[in-house]
């Protein structure tokens, strides 16, 4: 989760994670995960990135389109 659209390791708060397999170039895959959003999370907009190979162990030619991410209204 994220105050902002990028990706940041060190910044931003893990939600969790789903295994999946290895695609082949151009292919897609979805699923479900269940998340917690944090309690104490302050009313706003936030992100929920979703990253592919976020330890970067895959060689790809295109190491940019790795993340997805939705944004998502907290209201109290």
Request: glycine share 8%; proline share 1%; charged share 15%.
């Amino acid at each position: 989760m994220s105050a902002n659209t990028v990706y940041d390791l060190a910044a931003d708060t893990y939600l969790g994670k789903r295994a999946v397999a290895s695609l082949a170039a151009g292919a897609s895959t979805t699923g479900n995960t269940n998340l917690t959003i944090p309690a104490g999370l302050q009313s706003g907009t936030y992100y929920i990135i979703a990253v592919a190979d976020a330890n970067g162990v895959i060689v790809e030619v295109n190491e940019t389109n790795n993340n997805k991410f939705k944004s998502v209204n907290i209201t109290k």
